[in-house]
C-alpha cells in the first residue's frame, strides 16, 4: 500500500492582501474608487487612467474631460454610458485624452464633443473602441483637433447631423 507524495505549498498571509476593487469606476493609477465618472475626472491628475466596469452609467450631467486622461471602459458591448440632458453628453477640451471601451447612448445634442475655445486646437485626442447610439446631433464630433487616432469607432442612428464629424482639425 502506498500513499501519494505531498507537495508543501506556502499559503499568504491573507491579512496583507488588499482586495481588488469592487467599485464600478476606478483611478487605476490611484486605486481609487469614485461613485461617479465626473467625481473619479475632477480628482484624477495628468496621465491618470479612470477604469469603467462593464455596467451601465447614467451621468446627472454632462462628462467634462479637461484634463489630460485616460476613460477606459471594459469594451463597446460591455460598457454603456447613457447620454441624456441637453447639450453634450461628453466634452472634451484637453490634450492628451485617449477615450476606449464604451458605448454613449443618447445625448441632448453632440455625443462625444471634442474642442478648445481657449487655445484654439486640441492636441493628441485619441479613441479607441468607441460607439455612439441615437444622438440627437453629431455622435462624434472633432472641432480643431491636431494629432487624431481614431481606431474602431462607430456612429449608430444619428438623429440628425452625422455619426462622425471633422472640422477646422
Do not use: W
Request: with cysteine.
Amino acid at each position: 500500500f502506498c500513499l501519494p507524495s505531498l507537495a508543501v505549498v506556502d499559503v499568504p498571509d491573507v491579512a496583507n492582501v488588499t482586495p481588488m476593487s469592487t467599485s464600478d469606476i476606478t483611478n487605476i493609477s490611484t486605486g481609487l474608487d469614485y461613485a461617479d465618472i465626473q467625481s473619479a475626472i475632477d480628482a484624477a491628475t495628468s496621465g491618470d487612467t479612470i477604469s469603467l466596469a462593464a455596467t451601465t452609467f447614467s451621468p446627472s450631467g454632462q462628462i467634462t474631460i479637461n484634463k489630460a486622461i485616460h476613460l477606459v471602459g471594459a469594451g463597446s458591448t460591455s460598457t454603456n454610458i447613457n447620454g441624456g440632458g441637453s447639450g453634450y453628453a461628453i466634452s472634451v477640451s484637453a490634450n492628451d485624452v485617449h477615450l476606449e471601451g464604451f458605448t454613449l447612448n443618447g445625448a441632448g445634442s453632440y455625443g462625444i464633443k471634442v474642442s478648445n475655445s481657449t487655445t484654439s486646437v486640441v492636441e493628441d485626442f485619441s479613441m479607441t473602441d468607441v460607439a455612439t447610439d441615437g444622438t440627437n446631433r453629431t455622435g462624434i464630433d472633432l472641432n480643431g483637433v491636431d494629432g487624431a487616432t481614431l481606431t474602431n469607432i462607430a456612429g449608430h442612428n444619428t438623429v440628425s447631423g452625422f455619426g462622425l464629424a471633422i472640422a477646422s482639425s
